[in-house]
């Protein structure tokens, strides 16, 4: 009997035909294994090199994968958003394009979900040794503003979360592009929601270009924190709302 009864994965891809392909099989041969029933959700961001056509002939291939496709750029975010809305099954797993996250970790996180009786589980990179200077210093000085602002206690909020589907379809995140993922496990946290952490291997990607940590997405990153604690902390002090 499979680990898992049922899960939808999520992963956005923009811009992604050098590493699509090879990660979604390495995904579909793994879960094959892992679940019972699965479905991997790729969104398509409106990329302009083949990563379109190669989600289409993906999903006339293996029935498993459900491709959604946006007709212009929306971010990262916008992604994710878009999975939430489309996962079917009980589990809801983010991963990426370039698999950062290893989905055979799953076998010891789901049990631990399930004695735990969590609703979310948040990845924490235990090895970012990968990453350059920059991005070390754009992902630390980021991570020091979240608990400042909103006093959260995770080690990790941009990684990836595997969520009970309850979750995804009650918490409605407005963030428009990176800021999605913690703006997801604050309000969850708020809410009152189990959040257990799992110390997770970072897998570097293989090909292609990271397109996250410049300075466009961390200056619109920032906008959206300041916007959301504007809306969940300091206006309910002004006004007196709850």
């Known amino acids: 009997m499979a680990l898992i009864k049922e899960i939808s994965i999520i992963i956005p891809a923009y811009n992604d035909e050098e590493v699509i392909a090879d990660s979604v099989e390495t995904v579909l041969a793994k879960m094959k294994r892992l679940a019972e ?4 959700l790729l969104i398509d961001d409106c990329s302009k090199d083949n990563t379109k056509q190669i989600v289409g002939a993906l999903a006339a291939k293996h029935p498993e ?3 959604i496709y946006h007709e212009v750029n929306l971010g990262v975010g ?3 958003r878009s999975g939430f809305n489309a996962a079917k099954y009980d589990l809801v797993l983010t991963d990426f394009s370039d698999l950062p996250f290893d989905v055979d970790d799953l076998e010891k996180i789901v049990p631990h979900m399930g004695k735990e009786q969590a609703d979310i589980c948040v990845m924490v990179r235990i090895d970012r040794s990968a990453h350059s200077l920059f991005r070390k210093f754009t992902s630390f000085t980021n991570y020091v503003i979240l608990r400042l602002l909103f006093g959260v206690p995770i080690r990790d909020f941009q990684f990836c979360q595997l969520y009970r589907k309850h979750i995804v379809k009650t918490i409605h995140p407005v963030g428009k592009d990176v800021f999605v993922p913690p703006e ?3 309000r969850a946290h708020d809410a009152g929601y189990k959040i257990v952490q799992y110390e997770a291997v970072f897998h570097p990607r293989k090909a292609g270009v990271a ?3 410049k300075w466009k997405y961390l200056f619109a990153t920032f906008i959206d924190q300041l916007r959301f604690w504007y809306r969940l902390r300091l206006r309910p002090k002004v006004t007196g709302e709850k």
């Open 184 to 186: 997801m496990i604050i």
């Open 37 to 40: 029933r699965f479905e991997i």
């Open 65 to 67: 994968i459900v491709p």
């Open 211 to 213: 397109k996250y940590g």
């Open 78 to 80: 916008s992604g994710l």
